[in-house]
């Protein structure tokens, strides 16, 4: 398999009929304010999206950036009363983030829309069986591709899309399962693609309730972030090592001597991964800055009943 298809990404017509739909049914920390540019004293009103308004980006007019600190998370959040946190994953030793970071926003994501229409869709994926039907259906082995079949030369995204889009991921219903014909899968219709330097973008998308997949630059100190931490990538350019994991969040804070966007991250190194004592040395989650994000995609899943 050496060719996919991205699709279209959400057009910003669609996050605001989103808003509009399911503003009123959300349960979020909406303490943005509306926004008084202090060059030319100019007004703007929050953002609204579907999930939390976000302060404004900055002015139009004579460009000043809006440093007002904020942060909010999709796992923090509630939809018609429903929960929208979701397992946190754990891919062990096994080179296979990309799989485990898309299965978190596909989990993610069907949480999102069963909370839409007031169900709560959280039966767990079969990821073990999925790694083997990827390995049958590439002829690959996840997470150690050919280097000129991966999407410009070291990214696996999309073919772990395509996949998925394909054959789907296993739904494991309970003990019956062994004599379930057919086993229900859970299918993508569509994947897209965002440029990571569009931070306004994918702030809206995130706000909209489309959790993104991302990889980033990871370091010798990443094992030793605590939950909540913010982490500083290594510098190098080099992309071909990046490490996936899925954007639930996203906020504003001071890098040094900057202001920056950062985003939120949901890991698959198991709960116990990114520890913190004040929750009982459980974590899962981290910061990242906006500018230290490689790669960013989404998906739209197919329709489902699970």
């Known amino acids: 398999m050496g060719s996919w298809v991205i699709g279209p990404a959400p057009e910003i017509s669609e996050l605001d009929e989103r808003a509009a739909l399911y503003r009123d049914k959300r349960k979020a920390m909406d303490y943005v304010r509306n926004w008084i540019c202090p060059g030319c004293r100019k007004e703007y009103e929050p953002i609204k999206n579907m999930l939390v308004d976000l ?5 139009v007019d ?21 929960s929208l946190d ?42 073990n069986e999925m790694v083997e039907t990827y390995n049958k259906r590439t002829g690959f082995k996840l997470g150690n591709e050919p280097q000129d079949k991966l999407y410009e030369t070291y990214d696996n995204c999309p073919i772990v ?19 379930t014909t057919p086993v ?15 931070v306004l973008y994918i702030t809206r998308l995130l706000a909209g309730g ?6 980033i630059r990871h370091g010798f100190l990443f094992n030793y972030l605590s939950d909540g931490q913010y982490y500083c990538a290594p510098t190098c350019e080099n992309t071909s090592d990046a490490h996936a994991v899925a954007l639930i969040g996203c ?11 950062f985003y939120k991250v949901r890991n698959s190194h198991g709960i116990k991964a990114h520890s913190h004592y004040q929750k009982r040395e459980f974590g899962g989650d981290f910061i990242v800055w906006s500018s230290d994000v490689t790669d960013v995609w989404g998906l739209y899943l197919a329709q489902h009943e699970c």
């Not at 054959?167 to 004599?179: K, R």
């Open 210 to 215: 489309f959790p993104l997949v991302a990889g």
């Open 251 to 261: 906020g504003v804070g001071s890098n040094g001597n900057k202001t920056e966007t």
């Open 62 to 82: 004579c460009g000043l950036k809006n440093d007002a600190a904020y942060e909010w998370k999709i796992t923090q959040c509630t939809l018609n009363g429903i």
């Open 184 to 198: 229900p899968r859970l299918k993508i219709q569509s994947y897209f693609r965002v440029d990571p330097k569009d």
């Open 55 to 59: 302060p404004p980006f900055g002015c």
């Open 161 to 179: 899309m395509e996949v998925l889009k394909s054959d789907g991921i296993a739904i494991l219903i309970g003990a019956s399962d062994v004599t």
């Open 86 to 127: 979701f397992k946190t994953y754990d891919q062990k030793l096994e080179p296979h983030c990309t799989l485990y970071a898309i299965t978190a926003v596909i989990d993610c994501t069907r949480r999102l829309e069963g909370a839409q229409k007031g169900f709560v869709f959280s039966a767990p994926f079969d990821i």
